[in-house]
Each structure stands twice: as structure tokens, then as C-alpha cells.
């Protein structure tokens, strides 16, 4: 893709005189949000080093974002941050929905029932700023991130051998290069501003409201999460601590404030919760968006990730969760982009902008849709159909993973359009789960940088994985053969746990799958794609 032309003035010498020159680094990253340090993360864990900018002097003291949903948690679990997160946080294994007029349940999504996909059978509800906390120690930890914090980026550059940056500290100017730039520096991006990149989209005509409160341990349920549904938007709590709930109202009055808007949400605390004792901890008003950026997320050598290329309203819990996703697509690609010599830098970060966008564009957006225009329907329509869906399909008594579980937890990931693609396999650009193989152990910790899955002859396999230098694992497996809808097959499993390619076992595919690594491919790879 071409770069579109940059509306301000580049960090030149000429434009920033006084400037101090600092050295190169493979990637800079705009924010040092949940979506800029997961993106750092998955970078040092490939052996890259990069410099994440933050205009903010430390990270943000506000919980913002509560729930991390299972497909974000098994990346977690990949990057080695999962337990940190586990001992900070709390497990949901059930979203039990109850009226706490009646004590009737209004929905329940099991993730217990997802044991056949994912080793992480659970939501977890942690406020953002811990998982930053976490996500920084954990970048700190690797020597191969430096953060700067009081360092705002004022301008960038690019051309074909990489991206020269300006940054300010403390009145002082500083020119750095990087190979690479993400903008992950959320809603108000400079990266995407620069750009020129517009946010196309709709903005909602209601308001929502984020509340944290502390309530009396007596009135401290913990299975369940009560839930109102005859006020304008629907409320719900969710539980993240001993005694700490977030309260979330999707249709506010926008003209409460103060100690008026305490005042509701002690109020709204009681009827969630029962009589006693509130105290708002913290509480926050904003406009929600269905948003994404116009050109995509792909600008020669800079990329848009989280808020930066999408805005999703928070009705479906995804707005993070997608970002962090954003992060683990594009951190192997820029890894690759990085460090391999036959690397197609262009299709690796083309195929991440179109494969996020057109799974944000298929999937989360309009998911957040209906899940914010059912929160902010008319009450008694709410009410009748919540019921109504009870009585037909028992929402509220789901003894299976059914497709509303799937589709909460975030794992049905199917990539359909993108440079990196190629073949018919019914498994092509979807996620792999993460099932148990023949020793009875998952396959993801076999694979923790992708890997080759063989269902039958080994021999043509064992030299594929061994000139790509991945592992080879056994896939003979029932849950595995019924996902190829194969009884034999080679399967190239990214870095991402994505399917990039499927073969005959019994071809040589070395050339065909390190195309869908992102690899230069042989002009007679085509013949063998299936």
C-alpha cells in the first residue's frame, strides 16, 4: 500500500533545528495503553526490541475496561503474563444475569462448556489499570522494551528505509528511527491524525456510564451479576474484587453530575445490590462509538492497532479484548518484517489490516450493535424479549456452549480475506483450538511460536517443520481431524494460532507454508495448495 501523504511537517532536521539525535530501533510504539504494551509484549517475546512512547506521565490510575474474555487470556497465557493477571483478578467461569427483584435469571453463558477449545474456561474480571500495571512489569522484565513515559510524540516521517520520529521530553526535542511505528495511542490518536486517517462510523445517541462502588460483605454476591432492566438502558454489576463491583448504565441522563451523579449511583447500587452502605469509588460518562479507520490499518511502515483504528462501544465487552487481539495478529508479522531475510514486509502488515478489519468489520462490530441496541431499547420491549427468549431457547439456563458463548468468549476467530491466505481448507484462517493431543497434554504450549500439525505420514512433514524450524506435532487426534474435516493432513499453525496453510502429508510444502508465513513464495507453491 502506498503511504497517503503526511498533512503535517515530518521530524526533519530542518523543521526541529535543536533537536538531539537518538539511535535506531526496530519498532516505536505510540501508547503505553493495554494495546501498546501487549504489542510490545508480543515483541519481546519474538527476541525484538522497541520504545513505546506515552505522552502521560504514568499509566492511567482508572479501572476503565473490567473483563478480559477467553480468546484474550490464551495470549495471555502465550506471552507467560497469565498467572500474574489470575492472582490479580477475578475468575468468572459463569455470566449468570439475575433480576434482583426476583432472583430470575435472565441469562446464562457457561464457559465451563468451552473445555474441548481452550485451556482458559473463563472470563476474567480485572480493572484495566491493574492488567496495565501487570503488562508493564511484564515488558520491564524482558530488557528488550524501553517505555518513556513524559515523552510525547510531536511529528513522524517515513520513507522506504524506515520511520523518523520526533519526540518531546521536558521541552526537549529528540529525532529517533525506527523500522517500523505503531500507533496504538487510542481514540485521539497523532499517529492516525497525522496520517490524514479519518474514523469512519456512527456515534451513538445515548450515553453510558462506567461506576466502581464498595458494598457492605453481606450484600457481596459472588456467582452472579444482577442486572436491571426496566430503566431507560439496561444496568448491569460485575463483580472484580472483595466487595468492589462496576456498575454499568448504557442510557444515562447526561445532565447528572457531581453529587447529584454520586447520588444516582448509590441509588443504582442499592436496587442492584440491596440496602446498605455505598461508596463510589470512581464513575465516568462518555459517548459510545462504532468506528474504523477509513484507509485501514496499514501505511507502509506504520499500523494502527486498539482505539487508534477502531472504536467499538463497550455493550459487548470487546473494546479492549479486540485491541490486545490487534496486538497479537500484528507483533509476529513485525517480528517477521524485522528479522527473516525473505520476509514480504509489505504482505505481512497488508494482511494484518485486512484480516483485523474485516473480523472487527464481520464480527465485533456488529455484535457490539446488537448488543447496544438491545441495552438501550425501550424498557418494556427489553423486558418482554428477554423473556420471550427464556421461554423459546432457555438463555437463562445454558448447560452447553452454545453460539452466544462462543461468540462472548471471542474464540470463533475466522480470518477470510488476506494476502497471507491461500488454499480451499474448510480450516483456512481460523483459530486452531487448543485441544488435548495424544499424551493428553493441549497443543498450544507444543506450539508456543506456531508449529506444523500432521494427521498421518510423518516423514514430508518432519522435513517441512524442520526447514522452517518449527515443531511437528502429532494431530491424529479425533477433535483435530473432525476440525480439518480431514483424516490426513499438514497444517502450517502460526505464530497467532491462526490456520495458514493445509497440504497432503505427503507433499514437500516447505516453500508453500513459509509463503504463508509471510515468506517470499516459490513460483510452484500454487500446484500443491489445496
Not at 482458559?120 to 517505555?147: N, S
Request: charged share 20%; with cysteine; net charge negative.
Amino acid at each position: 500500500m502506498s503511504a497517503i501523504p503526511i498533512r503535517r511537517p515530518g521530524p526533519t532536521a530542518e523543521s526541529h533545528p535543536d533537536a538531539a539525535e537518538a539511535g535506531e530501533v526496530p519498532v516505536a510504539i505510540a501508547g503505553a495503553g493495554p494495546v501498546g504494551l501487549s504489542t510490545a509484549l508480543g515483541l519481546a517475546r519474538a527476541g525484538i526490541r522497541s520504545v513505546v512512547l506515552e505522552s502521560k506521565t504514568e499509566l492511567d490510575p482508572h479501572s476503565r475496561a473490567t473483563l478480559i474474555l477467553p480468546r484474550t487470556l490464551e495470549i495471555f497465557r502465550q506471552w507467560a503474563v497469565l498467572d500474574q493477571l489470575l492472582a490479580s483478578g477475578n475468575r468468572v467461569p459463569h455470566v449468570r444475569l439475575r433480576e434482583p427483584e426476583d432472583d430470575h435469571q435472565i441469562l446464562h453463558v457457561n464457559f465451563t462448556k468451552l473445555a474441548d477449545q481452550t485451556a482458559c474456561m473463563f472470563a476474567l474480571a480485572i480493572p484495566q489499570d491493574r492488567t496495565e500495571r501487570i503488562l508493564l512489569d511484564a515488558v520491564q522484565a524482558t530488557g528488550l522494551v524501553d517505555v518513556r513515559f513524559d515523552t510525547e510524540l510531536v511529528g513522524f516521517a517515513q520513507d522506504s528505509t524506515g520511520v523518523r520520529l520526533c519526540t518531546q521530553t521536558g521541552g526537549t526535542e529528540t529525532i529517533m528511527t525506527a523500522s517500523y511505528l505503531v500507533g496504538a495511542d487510542g481514540a485521539h490518536s497523532r499517529v492516525r491524525g497525522q496520517l490524514g486517517v479519518e474514523l469512519a462510523g456512527k456515534t451513538y445517541p445515548t450515553q453510558a456510564m462506567l461506576a466502581d462502588v464498595r458494598i457492605h460483605p453481606s450484600l457481596d454476591r459472588t456467582d452472579e451479576w444482577p442486572t436491571i432492566l426496566d430503566h431507560r438502558g439496561i444496568i448491569v454489576g460485575i463483580r472484580f474484587g472483595d466487595g468492589v463491583w462496576r456498575i454499568i448504565e448504557q442510557a444515562v441522563d447526561e445532565r447528572l453530575s457531581g453529587l447529584i451523579l454520586d447520588d444516582h449511583i448509590i441509588t443504582l447500587a442499592q436496587e442492584l445490590f440491596g440496602t446498605g452502605p455505598v461508596e463510589v469509588l470512581w464513575r465516568s460518562i462518555y459517548h459510545k462509538h462504532e468506528r474504523c479507520a477509513d484507509g485501514g490499518f496499514h501505511y507502509d511502515r506504520i499500523t494502527l492497532a486498539g482505539d487508534a483504528g477502531h472504536l467499538n462501544s463497550p455493550a459487548g465487552g470487546q473494546g479492549m479484548n479486540s485491541g490486545v487481539q490487534d496486538a497479537h495478529n500484528l507483533a509476529w508479522k513485525l517480528a517477521a518484517a524485522v528479522t527473516h531475510p525473505a520476509a514480504d514486509a509489505t504482505a505481512l502488515l497488508e494482511s494484518y489490516s485486512q484480516e483485523r478489519t474485516s473480523l472487527i468489520g464481520r464480527r465485533v462490530q456488529p455484535a457490539t450493535d446488537l448488543a447496544e441496541r438491545f441495552q438501550t431499547a425501550r424498557p418494556h420491549r427489553r423486558v418482554a424479549l428477554v423473556h420471550a427468549l427464556d421461554a423459546l431457547f432457555g438463555f437463562g439456563h445454558s448447560q452447553s456452549a452454545g453460539i452466544l458463548t462462543h461468540g462472548l468468549s471471542m474464540l470463533d476467530v475466522v480470518y477470510e480475506h488476506s494476502a497471507l491466505l491461500h488454499g480451499r481448507s474448510k480450516a483456512l484462517g481460523h483459530r486452531v483450538p487448543d485441544v488435548l493431543a495424544d499424551d493428553g497434554e493441549r497443543i498450544y504450549p507444543k506450539i508456543p511460536a506456531g508449529g506444523v500439525l500432521v494427521a498421518g505420514p510423518r516423514a514430508a512433514a518432519q522435513v517441512t517443520a524442520d526447514e522452517l524450524g518449527l515443531p511437528l506435532v502429532n494431530a491424529d487426534v479425533a477433535a483435530l481431524t473432525s476440525f480439518f474435516h480431514q483424516d490426513q493432513f499438514v497444517a502450517l499453525i502460526r505464530p497467532d494460532h491462526i490456520v495458514g496453510a493445509v497440504a497432503d502429508p505427503t507433499d514437500s510444502c516447505a516453500e508453500f507454508f513459509a509463503a504463508a508465513l509471510g515468506q517470499q513464495p516459490a513460483p510452484e507453491a500454487s500446484s500443491r495448495r489445496r
